[in-house]
């Protein structure tokens, strides 16, 4: 840190430091600016504002106790994240997981990722001046925030997945309640597409703005949304299934619905610039409708109050990665036991972590207004980056 | 490709330095091990070779084992392409733990690595910007290490406070004092 902000620029150089409390940062984030004039050379982030050393934490707790530690790591979509260390310690002690508790998952990670894209439409729109769309789509966000809220508590840090399964069951009533949202939300979403995504002026903002190809996405270790964007044709849930993705997939399938990958394309972007990381954020949403939806259908069939088996004794030995699409992408978990009733290291590699990474590369020529819808389209969230 | 058979393609190009290959039993993800001094060559062969292309480090994780005064490095690869996975690990001495960075064929391991360097004190060679990453520069030691110790301060600021549990007899006291005092004036 101090190395940069001691060097001399060259020439007419000047240095900028953009936050770390700058509103349009995503949470306390830093930037260290290269540039001349509007011009930068560089932006440089400097991260570990929230920094809460949760890999640290997880080894001074059992297994259970730190699923509430990992709402945390990504607070604007909480559940994937519940869901991966769920995953990871399942597959690690073997433990089974009864249908109804992997279709509330599948229903509970997806009503969250179209809350958390909310978030982020929301947020790139207002970061580029364009103030209608956030509380619109907040007053949306509201009614997943409900939905959550009556079956697990919680509206934002939910602890909802349990070893085993999940921690309630659907209240009486709650599946009509998700129905009535998801019929609501599809002519929402084409509304969005009138009122922002096709907005002449907030395509002429993003187009073109920032491109990453795929293959740097790729080496970048991008994923989820952004990869996507960049024309990456890879989803966990189509291409790497867990829990019952394969099965509501194969359902979608069948009624001659399927699911799509949501991919940047040439359109009213170009492959992999800001506006496509934009829009493949709203066709996602559409597409966790479908799965919502699918997967409603299919719990109707599992007996009710079968939502948790909980394993005997969780002293596990060995180690494994977990792996879920989150919502900002492919979220890694990594455990290390040694038969203790604690793990021995637990590391979580995030999609904002990857993405962050890719910010001081794109930076170079980009002008200091295009940083912010650059960082905006990313979907940085910083504790997600810090942990 | 299964793990089984990229480890053997490995053994055949690299012979001893690809080693025990372990899988069953609690490992949930097959491994092999890879000494330190070619890693980079290995690595560059699973990112190049047609049959692995391994274009995606998916993540690196440092594991410190005090009793063997060894540090673990992890990694993780995944195939876009062929939709396979892999893991290696590097086995480093604990009092200075150095290896190859591989920042020069991912550019994911740039950010990667540096989390390790902050956190576990692995030093990468060759690492671009090899700085800390999430805590302070001036920050002492690793605290992912197994022996870490907290310090109490940091420039000044206390790193820990009391526990609210403990405040709270004498918050309680002071309010049953109060509430002495405002029946006091009832009566």
């Known amino acids: ?387 | 490709m299964l793990p089984k058979e990229t480890y053997d393609l490995l053994v055949a190009t690299f012979g001893e330095i690809v080693s025990d290959f372990t899988e069953g039993s609690g490992i949930k993800d097959p491994f092999c091990r890879v000494k330190p001094e070619r890693l980079l060559e290995v690595m560059r062969t699973l990112r190049d070779h047609p049959a692995l292309q391994f274009d995606f480090l998916e993540s690196i994780t440092a594991v410190d084992w005090p009793k063997s005064s060894e540090i673990q490095l992890v990694y993780h690869l995944f195939s876009y392409p062929l939709r396979h996975d892999f893991v290696l690990k590097v086995t480093l001495g604990r009092e200075a733990p150095n290896v190859a960075s591989l920042a020069a064929l991912w550019d994911s391991a740039d950010w990667l690595e540096r989390e390790q360097y902050d956190l576990m004190g692995v030093v990468f060679a060759g690492h671009p910007d090899l700085r800390r990453l999430l805590l302070p520069e001036d920050w002492d030691g690793h605290p992912l290490r197994k022996d870490y110790r907290q310090p109490a301060e940091y420039r000044g600021m206390r790193t820990t406070r009391p526990s609210p549990l403990d405040l709270l007899p004498a918050f309680d006291a002071h309010n049953r004092a109060q509430q002495a005092t405002t029946k006091g004036d009832e009566k």
């Open chain 1, 1 to 387: 840190m101090s190395e940069i902000v001691l060097a001399t620029p060259a020439g007419e150089e000047m240095i900028l430091n953009m936050g770390p409390h700058h509103p349009s940062t995503h949470g306390v984030l830093r930037f260290i600016v290269r540039t001349d004039g509007e011009v930068m050379s560089e932006a440089k982030p400097d991260v570990g504002y929230l920094h809460r050393a949760i890999e640290k934490i997880c080894e001074g707790m059992t297994y259970e106790a730190f699923m509430p530690y990992t709402d945390r790591i990504d607070y604007v979509a909480a559940m994937p994240a519940n869901h991966c260390w769920a995953l990871t310690v399942e597959k690690l002690v073997g433990a089974p997981v009864p249908p109804r508790a992997e279709y509330l998952r599948i229903i509970t990670d997806e009503l969250n990722r179209i809350s958390s894209h909310h978030i982020m439409l929301g947020a790139h729109a207002m970061d580029l001046g364009a103030v209608t769309v956030f509380p619109w789509l907040l007053r949306e966000r509201e009614m997943v925030n409900d939905l959550l809220e009556e079956l697990c508590g919680a509206r934002l840090t939910y602890n909802y997945h349990r070893i085993g399964g999940v921690a309630v069951d659907m209240p009486a009533g709650w599946p009509d309640k998700v129905m009535r949202f998801v019929d609501r939300h599809g002519p929402i979403l084409d509304e969005l597409d009138r009122l922002i995504s096709g907005n002449e002026i907030f395509v002429k903002r993003n187009r073109g703005v920032a491109v990453v190809t795929a293959a740097e996405a790729r080496s970048y270790g991008m994923v989820g949304p952004n990869a996507r964007a960049s024309g990456v044709d890879y989803d966990l849930r189509r291409d790497a299934p867990y829990g019952l993705y394969a099965k509501v997939l194969a359902g979608l399938e069948q009624k001659g619905t399927p699911f799509e990958v949501a991919v940047g394309r040439d359109a009213l972007g170009v492959t992999g610039d800001c506006w496509n990381r934009f829009y493949v954020r709203v066709e996602e949403c559409r597409q966790s409708l479908k799965l919502v939806r699918e997967a409603l259908a299919q719990i109707q069939e599992t007996p009710a109050g079968e939502f948790w088996t909980p394993p005997k004794k969780i002293r596990p030995k060995g180690e494994a990665l977990g792996r879920v699409e989150a919502a900002r992408g492919w979220m890694s978990c990594y455990v290390v036991a040694t038969g203790e009733k604690t793990p021995y290291r637990a590391h979580f590699r995030t999609g904002s972590f990857t993405s962050m990474a890719v910010v001081r590369a794109k930076s170079r020529g980009l002008m200091v207004a295009d940083l912010v819808a650059l960082i905006a389209s990313l979907d940085v969230i910083a504790p997600e980056i810090d942990r």
